[in-house]
């Protein structure tokens, strides 16, 4: 059923990456979750008035600030859409983030607001006014927001969008938060207990809950957050394959909203076969073969890698073995050989894990004291660098 909706209100439904794609599936959940939230606050206030029940109230007013967010999500799509200009070269992508957070924070401050009410209810009680009329619209709302709920967890899981699955969360809340209030008013029929304002408490919670929850997922890739290691390998994976690259480190991925990637990663190269135009060329052939087959805007740094000279791969073979013993995890990078006479100079770049268990005076003394049980004549110079992976 619900895949029969997106057909019958969409062009092109199999279009789930490209941005054209994404925008038009996010402005169906935005008039859909418009209209269809309008008829249910109109059928709760209705009953809200009828029974004079707090709870009923309060989660009308939470199908109106629903309808508000599919306003925002409808706009946020809209403008995440537009081509990168002047003042933003790298799109407006991050927009849908945005308003993934405006409506978090409004879920938010309507559980806050119902906390109070709710409070002032159970201090100061009122008479509930059940009938079966009001009771069955009530019921009526459950398997309408249950359908809303598949129906954004499925687009949702098709453009991969942390907004539209916000919006999936709050619709299985009001699932719950209606069917708690649907309890309190029978409960209330029989009872002078203000069943009413506690469960509006409860409601209230549950609001406030989802909306932090909502918050801390949306608002990791606005900070930046680590990327998908898949997308990480795949980019490594791709770039070994290419022409004339026998390395690849120092990989960093910045977002800009779903499915929009740019990055840098260093490629290792040897320059005994290539000379610079060779190299250049190279390069740029694989910064071209990653975005043919990839979300990604790449720009590649050469590091030199000779494989040739017998003294460099001893020294740096031995280094890579004393490293990774003491920890796995450790990698060695743009590893450099210079001999001065008696002098022993190497010079090379140190991958360690942000949380390792030595400081990083201390690590290096460890394993310069290391090389020099080997050679005596040996320094080193160690630049300690961390993933952004």
């Known amino acids: 059923m619900n895949e029969l909706l997106i057909r019958l209100f969409l062009r092109n439904p199999g279009d789930v990456t490209s941005s054209r794609g994404r925008t038009a599936y996010g402005v169906f959940c935005g008039w859909y979750g418009i209209l269809t939230n309008l008829v249910l606050c109109a059928v709760k206030v209705s009953v809200g008035i009828l029974t004079g029940s707090i709870a009923v109230s309060a989660d009308a007013v939470n199908n109106l600030s629903d309808a508000g967010s599919a306003v925002i999500t409808l706009f946020g799509f809209k403008f995440a859409d537009k081509p990168a200009d002047d003042e933003h070269p790298f799109g407006h992508g991050r927009l849908e983030y ?24 159970l201090i100061h009680p009122a008479r509930i006014e059940m009938t079966t009329a009001a009771l069955a619209f009530l019921l009526a709302t459950l398997p309408v927001k249950l359908w809303m709920f598949f129906v954004y967890r499925k687009v949702a899981g098709k453009i991969a969008s942390k907004t539209i699955h916000a919006v999936a969360f709050d619709s299985l809340s009001d699932i719950l938060t209606t069917s708690l209030v649907i309890l309190s008013l029978v409960i ?194 160690i630049r300690i660098t961390h993933s952004f992976v």
């Open 98 to 121: 945005v308003a993934g957070l405006i409506v978090a924070v409004i879920i938010i401050a309507v559980g806050l607001d119902f906390l109070k009410l709710s409070f002032e209810r």
């Open 188 to 381: 209330s029929h029989y009872t002078t207990f203000p069943v009413d304002g506690l469960a509006g408490l409860l409601v209230a919670f549950f609001i406030i809950f989802g909306g932090a929850k909502v918050v801390r997922e949306i608002i990791n890739p606005l900070l930046g957050e680590c990327p998908d290691r898949k997308l990480v390998n795949e980019i490594r994976e791709r770039l070994l394959q290419c022409r004339d690259i026998c390395g690849v480190h120092d990989i960093i991925v910045h977002s800009y909203g779903p499915d929009r990637y740019f990055a840098t990663a260093h490629a290792e190269i040897n320059p005994e076969k290539s000379d610079m135009v060779q190299i250049h060329d190279a390069l740029e052939a694989a910064e071209v073969e990653i975005a043919r087959h990839m979300p990604v805007r790449l720009l590649l740094h050469c590091d030199p890698f000779s494989t040739q000279d017998p003294e460099l791969k001893r020294w740096r073979t031995l280094a890579e073995e004393l490293i990774g013993a003491l920890d796995p995890e450790l990698k060695v990078y743009d590893f450099r050989l210079e001999q001065s006479g008696e002098r022993i100079l190497l010079n090379f770049q140190l991958l360690v894990p942000r949380k390792f268990f030595l400081g990083n005076e201390e690590l290096i003394r460890r394993i310069t004291a290391q090389l020099r049980e080997h050679d005596p004549r040996v320094s080193a110079q």
